[in-house]
């Protein structure tokens, strides 16, 4: 059973707008959400990440927004870049003694 | 650092052979995990260690599949026998937090 889930498996900006990449989740349990990026033929590389006590979190272009009373968790990035074209994993955990990763969204900004 | 390495980074078996990946964590990190990506799952978490000691291995799909971490540089995860359905990208992260995970660049194993 997938705890997070990623419903779209691609998406498409025009570059200097915005993406929004979403994530969902089932476990009120889950305290520490995260983002990773993946380009092709390398591993996932951390990009961002919230706590469960806060409903956003912002680095440069990227913010991440919580919503915990939907279980909703979204990555916004501004503005968006071709080198932002990659695949981006929504990870959620328990104190970190459990990691549950959606199944990734593939983000392709157009030039 | 040079980061997490991982051998090979491509693995074309054929079924019922064993198979043995392996991970050199980053140097200091305490923590080591091994994760599986499909298409169809995304990013699976098989097992993790915690100072070498395999804190939960639940993820681990069955008894054909098998991890060991001997000491803080080196861990390896075997498959035997492998089987087509575990045809998969195979990741090593290791952390020196818990949240955030460094990842090698995976195995693309093919059991054919």
């Known amino acids: ?111 | 650092d040079a980061g997490v390495i991982q051998s090979p980074r491509h693995e074309v078996t054929e079924m019922g052979q064993e198979v043995t990946l392996r991970c050199k964590p980053i140097s200091g990190h305490n923590s080591l995990f091994w994760y599986r990506q499909t298409m169809m799952r995304g990013l699976e978490l098989l097992i993790y260690f915690n100072n070498n000691v395999p804190i939960d291995d639940s993820g681990m799909p069955e008894d054909r599949f098998s991890a060991k971490m001997p000491n803080a540089s080196f861990s390896t995860l075997k498959i035997q026998p492998s089987e087509p359905r575990d045809s998969a990208v195979y990741f090593c992260a290791s952390s020196e937090a818990r949240w955030e995970q460094f990842f090698g660049p995976g195995t693309r194993l093919t059991v054919l």
């Open chain 1, 1 to 111: 059973d997938q705890q997070v889930k990623q419903n779209s498996p691609s998406l498409s900006v025009q570059e200097g707008r915005i993406s929004i990449l979403n994530c969902d989740y089932t476990n009120s349990m889950f305290d520490y959400f995260l983002w990773y990026k993946k380009y092709p033929a390398e591993g996932p590389t951390f990009l961002i990440s919230i706590s469960s006590i806060k409903d956003k979190n912002e680095d440069g272009r990227f913010t991440v927004f919580l919503n915990k009373s939907a279980k909703h968790l979204s990555l916004h990035i501004v503005p968006s870049q071709p080198g932002d074209s990659a695949v981006y994993f929504c990870a959620a955990t328990v104190t970190g003694n459990q990691f549950y990763f959606g199944t990734g969204t593939s983000l392709t900004v157009i030039p």
